[in-house]
């Protein structure tokens, strides 16, 4: 059962990776969700729509990525910082989890119960697992 809720885990937590891979693609997928839907507002001929979506993609491409252009280098610098920030505050919210699992388990010891250092060391291993990755994803990047 433990492995079982390890796995699931860890599988949860590699999806959630997953995402920080294509978060540099963000203002791409926006662009080209907007430039979608103003070939249909095209095709329809709904001009409120269409010059609310030219303005839209226009934004886009001044704001999105931290005011660079989308395909410039300082865009994909821009988002590669905003990507390691993001695990750093998730490897900071881990090892606060760490210590709040070995200040349970020292707890747990002192009581002599036995449920609770069970429970203390699994998040405790929970916890390392999660800094482990990442970290290797921060290394990565």
Do not use: W
Not at 33 to 60: H, P
């Amino acid at each position: 059962m433990k492995k079982l809720i390890i796995t699931t885990l860890i599988f949860s937590s590699y999806t959630a990776l997953s995402t920080f891979a294509y978060a540099d693609y963000g203002c791409e997928k926006k662009l080209a969700a907007l430039e979608n839907q103003l070939s249909y507002a095209k095709r329809y001929n709904n001009t409120d729509q269409i010059s609310g979506l030219e303005r839209a993609i226009d934004n886009v491409k001044t704001y999105c990525g931290g005011g660079y252009a989308l395909d410039s280098p300082e865009a994909k610098e821009y988002y590669k910082a905003d990507q390691k920030l993001e695990v750093l505050e998730k490897i900071a919210d881990a090892k606060k989890d760490l210590a709040k699992a070995e200040y349970k388990l020292e707890k747990a010891k002192r009581k002599s119960d036995y449920e609770d250092q069970l429970e203390a060391e699994y998040k405790i291993k929970e916890a390392q697992g999660r800094i482990d990755m990442y970290q290797k994803h921060l290394n990565d990047l």
